[in-house]
């Protein structure tokens, strides 16, 4: 039972357009979302949260946008680099001792 | 600040030998998680520990086990290894006043 879904486990952007991750999840108890980069031998990298009671978080060139009603949410990069270039996860948790349930991920590949 | 370390690199063991894997949280950090990612698959939640004391744990045999110590530090116990164990185990730590977790590099187990 995957409770948290990336169904594009690839998506090819050129550089400098926007670059949209998808995510969908069936648990409605999640509170929290986060978004996390990993490059190969690497551990994830945190890039950025939402709050359930919010429904869009921007921090530079990413932005998250939450939607509760169809339990959906979504990165968008702008513009997108070649450094962008990464297998992004998409997280979630219902806090307190839950531990963080991912995705399985999404390899955006930057065409320079 | 010292990020999130763990040891060793690489590891390969025999099918039913025990193992321990060692994790430092980055500094100001009072609570660890540990995951466990398989090939083509987001990190899975295996336990959680705050105040040297397991209070959270995903959907894992008992013989995975862990310690965490006075200076936040932490290990996993793995007995009586299977070839499933194959994986990358990766630790988090995090605030208890916070979601968001920050992942070490990693270690990378082999079960032959």
Redesign the interface.
């Given at each position: 039972d995957q409770q948290?879904k990336q169904n594009s486990p690839s998506l090819s952007v050129q550089e400098g357009r926007i670059s949209i991750l998808n995510c969908d999840y069936t648990n409605s108890m999640f509170d929290?979302f986060?978004w996390?980069k990993k490059y190969p031998?690497?551990?994830?990298?945190?890039l950025i949260?939402i709050s359930s009671i919010k429904d869009k978080n921007e921090d530079g060139r990413f932005t998250v946008f939450l939607n509760k009603s169809a339990k959906h949410l979504s990165l968008h990069i702008v513009p997108s680099q070649p450094g962008d270039s990464a297998v992004y996860?998409c997280?979630a948790?219902r806090?307190?001792?839950?531990?963080?349930?991912?995705?399985?991920?999404t390899h955006l590949i930057i065409q320079p | 600040e010292t990020g999130v370390t763990q040891s060793p690199t690489h590891l390969i063991k025999t099918r039913g030998q025990q193992v321990t894997l060692r994790c430092s949280s980055q500094s100001g950090h009072n609570t660890v998680s540990w995951y466990q990612q398989a090939l083509g698959q987001g990190p899975q939640f295996i336990f959680q520990y705050y105040r040297e004391e397991e209070n959270g744990r995903g959907n894992f045999p008992p013989r995975f086990s862990g310690l965490q110590f006075p200076n936040y530090s932490s290990e996993l116990n793995v007995n009586a290894l299977e070839l499933d164990d194959s994986a990358l185990y990766l630790c988090a730590s995090s605030s208890s006043l916070r979601y968001e977790q920050y992942f070490g590099p990693g270690t990378r187990l082999t079960v032959t």
């Open positions: 948290v929290y986060l996390y031998a690497e551990g994830p990298t945190f949260s996860f997280a948790t806090g307190g001792a839950d531990g963080l349930t991912f995705g399985k991920g | -």
